[in-house]
Structures are given as C-alpha cells and as structure tokens.
C-alpha cells in the first residue's frame, strides 16, 4: 500500500472502502465515514457521478479504446485540450498530457529544461518580439553560455515521487530514503506566517521570503537556474496561503532573472479555491501549470502541464521536438472520462458553489479555534488546515515524540472510528488536513466540525 506502515495491520484489519455516494464513503463492514479529504485532495464532484462519467467512458471504449498521441491526435485529447486552454489564465494555451501529478511536475521541469537549449542562447522575450531581459548580461559576465537545469522550491512542499519530482519535494523525510536525487534544486522558505514574530508586518515578511529567493538564485547562478516551481496555496505544512505581494514579487524575479515560473496546481485547480485555476485567484500569471486530481476529479487516472505560447514557440520549428513522452498521456478514454467531469462541473456550478460557500466554511470551522489543542486555522476556498499546538499562547508545538503518540498513536484512528476521513499529519507542524469535496455543504460542514470537536476535545486532555 501506498505511504502506509503495512505493519500496523498486523493486528488489525485493512479498511476495505466500497462504495460512495455525495460526500460519504461505506466500508465493507456497511460503516460510513464522511469524506473531509476529497480522496487525496482530489474527488471534487463527489462520488455520486459515477455513471454519468462511466456512460462516457463506455461511449468512447465502443468509439475509440486507445491510440497514442506519439506524432498522431485524436478528439477527446483535441477537446480536453482546448476545454483546459480556455479555462486557463492568461494565455496558457498548450497542454501536455500525462497520467498524474508527479509525471506532471516531472513533465513541466524537463519541458523548462529543453526550452532555454530549443530557444538556441536567446534571450526570453526575443522569439517574441519582446524586449530582453537581463540574461545577456548574465551570460557575458558568466563568460560563456551555461545549461539551465536547476530548480528552486519550497521547504515542507510535496511534489510528487518520480526522482525529478522527489527532487523537487521539499520534504526531507521522503527524500532522504532516495538520495542522491535529481541535480539540482535548492528550497527556500514557505509562507507559514503562524510562528514568524509577532511584531513583523505582513509587507515585511513578504519582502523577506522575495529577498531569500532572490538570493538563492543567484547563489545557484542565474544562468543556470530554468524554473521556480510553487503552490498558490502549499499543501504539506498545512494549507500555507501567500501574503499581500509575494507572487507579484516572484514573477518580477522571475522575470528579471529570465527564469520559468510553475504553478503546481495538482490540488489548487479544478475548482478548490474557487475558481478553475488558483493561479487566477491570486494572480500568479505563470508560464507553466501542473495539473491532476481535479481535472478528472479522480475518476480517472490523468494529468497535465499548461504551457504558455512563448514556452511552446521554440517546440514549433520544423526540426524542433520535446523530447518526453508517456504511453498513457492523453489516453481517449481518461481524456473522455475529464471532459464529462468538466462538464458537470459546470452545469452544477461548482466552482462558484465553492465562492459561495467557503465564508460558511471557514467560520463552521473556526469554531473549532475554541479548543486549547488548536493554534491556527488556515486556507482558502474548500482547502483548510487546523494547526495543533501544546500552548496556544507561546504556540510551541509538540515533539517528534508527541506527535507520533498525537496524531499516529490517537488522532488518525479515533477520527476514521468517529467516521471522519481526513489527514492527521506533521510534514512540518503537526496540523489537522480538511479538504472534502466541492459539493460539501453547511450539513457536511456542521458534521465534520462536529466529529473534529469531540475527537479534539479528547486529544486535548489526552497531551496535557
């Protein structure tokens, strides 16, 4: 099993989930648990689409089972392409398809990499017509044109599991096991704001992590650097959303500096933040966008990168090729299975259902900062995370040793026996993950409050 200690169920048995409908799941034994994690992050519809989305499925496996996009099309990957361009910000235009988020991330930072060697020495902007940046500078005092092949990230920030997407990771813990990785990528801070000093301004923290990439940058060598990769919203740590500035600032780096800006949306689009792209609710404007989960709200197994038409333009040259290619990528039925999902997405109005809802949302579950076990409440959209603290008032968390008896000795059972499906996990503090399908409403709202309340409640007298 997946990122699962199989020793655990030595003793016990293996939770077998199924069926599913709404936002409730049943298990083998005919127990029901609500869904606050959307599967991981991912079941944005809810899981009471299934043969609407399958009478699709089986349209195209009578019409067209499989061929591949190696130097051929066909409509659905047509469509879905030209479905996600227009749903994109800015002019994100060309898709690149794969089977998942980390052959997404693993996609978009081999496609930076060949695109500064297929723009043969120019510099950014120069295809376009547009007026250069500082990368020629940067090249005569390097004194010789250098290969663009590393990368910069945040610390605490998953981004998948192939080895260029592990490198990427800024998680140590998943690291570590698989070293040496993918040369080379350097993390610099994420946008906790929950223990910087009290005294800081918001403007002062921002400009603080823009001077940090910024130094990073050049200590790598600017002209060696292809892309910066980043959440709008960074997951793992939990639900860290960006202060007043900081995209501006990174895209003005980036921009200085002549270097590829990804949004990794694997979680953010589709609708979890509000809108199709989180790139558009905090406007990011970047030059790549990795997709997944809820482009299929995961009833299929599909992901993508979302060029703009300058990434693409050295790809259009008659001897020009992107190197990279997957069997799967843009598979007719997985594509067929994403435009129905998108379709439904739209005729129920999902996307702003969770506008409309997440003021609802947010204060449902802060009434939950009541509780002394919980420090801060944080996200946006359908995408929260209840920070847990041994002291609300210095905010000191637990121990390494405390967390394994908080969140994987009590927490993570106890809330899968009260019937709430969610995460319980210290990549960085020890934090509470809810993030429950785009249909949930104030009933679910109420129901995972109410479980969290009374499981918290225990696990408050439990760590005094």
């Not at 349209?59 to 591949?68: D, G, H, K, N, V």
């Not at 799967?328 to 994403?338: E, T, W």
């Not at 020890?430 to 995972?448: C, H």
Request: glycine content about 10%; some cysteine.
């Amino acid at each position: 099993m997946h990122f699962t200690r199989m020793g655990g169920y030595a003793t016990a048995d293996v939770p077998i989930i199924v069926r599913g409908d709404g936002c409730h799941l049943e298990d083998a034994n005919g127990k029901r648990y609500l869904d606050a994690l959307a599967g991981l992050f991912s079941v944005n519809v809810g899981y009471s689409f299934g043969e609407e989305i399958g009478q699709a499925a089986l349209e195209q496996m009578r019409e067209l089972p499989f061929y591949t996009n190696w130097s051929y099309a066909h409509p659905r990957a047509i469509e879905l392409a030209a479905e996600v361009a227009s749903l994109a910000p800015g002019d994100l235009n060309r898709v690149f398809f794969c089977s998942g988020g980390s052959e997404a991330v693993e996609s978009a930072w081999k496609l930076a990499r060949q695109y500064y060697a297929a723009r043969g020495g120019e510099a950014r902007g120069a295809v376009t017509g547009e007026p250069e940046t500082r990368h020629d500078e940067l090249v005569a005092a390097a004194g010789a044109p250098q290969r663009r092949y590393k990368a910069v990230a945040r610390h605490i920030a998953y981004h998948g599991t192939t080895f260029g997407a592990l490198s990427i990771n800024g998680i140590p813990a998943l690291r570590t096991p698989f070293e040496p990785l993918v040369p080379e990528v350097r993390h610099v801070s994420n946008t906790n704001r929950y223990h910087r000093p009290a005294e800081e301004t918001e403007e002062e923290f921002t400009r603080y992590l823009l001077q940090e990439l910024e130094q990073a940058i050049l200590g790598m060598g600017p002209e060696t650097v292809c892309l910066v990769h980043m959440e709008p919203v960074q997951n793992a740590g939990g639900a860290f959303t960006p202060p007043a500035g900081y995209f501006a600032g990174v895209r003005e780096i980036c921009d200085r500096y002549d270097i590829l800006l990804s949004a990794d949306e694997v979680i953010t689009a589709f609708g979890r933040l509000g809108h199709w792209f989180g790139s558009e609710r905090y406007d990011i404007r970047p030059d790549l966008v990795t997709i997944a989960k809820g482009l299929s709200s995961s009833y299929a197994a599909i992901g993508g990168v979302v060029a703009t038409n300058e990434v693409i333009e050295p790809f259009l040259e008659q001897t020009s090729m992107f190197s990279h290619g997957i069997t799967f990528g843009g598979h007719p039925v997985m594509c067929a299975i994403a435009l129905k999902n998108i379709e439904i997405m739209k005729r129920e109005r999902i996307v702003e259902g969770v506008r409309e809802n997440e003021d609802a949302f947010r204060s449902t579950l802060a009434q939950l900062l009541d509780l002394p076990i919980v420090g801060d409440l944080r996200g946006t959209g359908y995408f929260y995370a209840l920070e847990l603290v041994k002291d609300r008032d210095t905010r000191d968390t637990f121990s390494d040793q405390e967390c394994e008896r908080l969140l994987r000795g009590f927490l993570s059972n106890a809330l899968f026996e009260a019937g709430l499906i969610c995460r319980a996990d210290d990549r960085g503090d020890p934090v509470i993950q809810i993030s429950p399908p785009l249909v949930a409403g104030q009933a679910e709202f109420d129901e995972m409050t109410g479980i969290l309340g009374e499981v918290l409640t225990e696990a408050s007298a439990l760590m005094r």
